[in-house]
């Protein structure tokens, strides 16, 4: 063998070394990095998912508070009706008695 043949050999054995030893380091690295960006993907669905949560869980709530509210009106409904039919009944006995007084005076003018 000639001198330079196995100084060939011997860089050309630590070349293909390097070049595994890259080929680790640079696989390692890619794989850090999609476990990096697969993990922020994850965080955010896993965000996504608890907003939409949260979201039905308060539009849940708020169709309660929607639902005992309307139950409430209902229950006010006959008193406001009264009220109302009361005030009605009020006006017609007060412009009836106006009316009267009103016709009273004129016939006493007459």
Do not use: C, H, W, Y
């Not at 708020?62 to 009220?83: A, C, H, R, W, Y």
């Amino acid at each position: 063998m000639v001198p330079g043949e196995a100084t060939k050999g011997i860089l050309e054995q630590a070349a293909d070394a390097f070049r595994s030893v890259l080929e680790s380091v640079f696989g390692f690295i890619i794989e850090v990095i999609i476990t990096i960006i697969s993990t922020i993907f994850d965080k955010i669905k896993d965000g996504i998912i608890e907003s939409i949560v949260s979201g039905s869980s308060a539009l849940g709530e708020m169709m309660d508070q929607t639902k005992n509210s309307f139950e409430g009106l209902l229950n006010d409904v006959p008193e406001i009706i009264q009220g109302f039919s009361e005030m009605i009944v009020t006006m017609i006995t007060d412009l009836l008695n106006n009316s009267m007084e009103a016709l009273g005076i004129v016939q006493e003018n007459a």
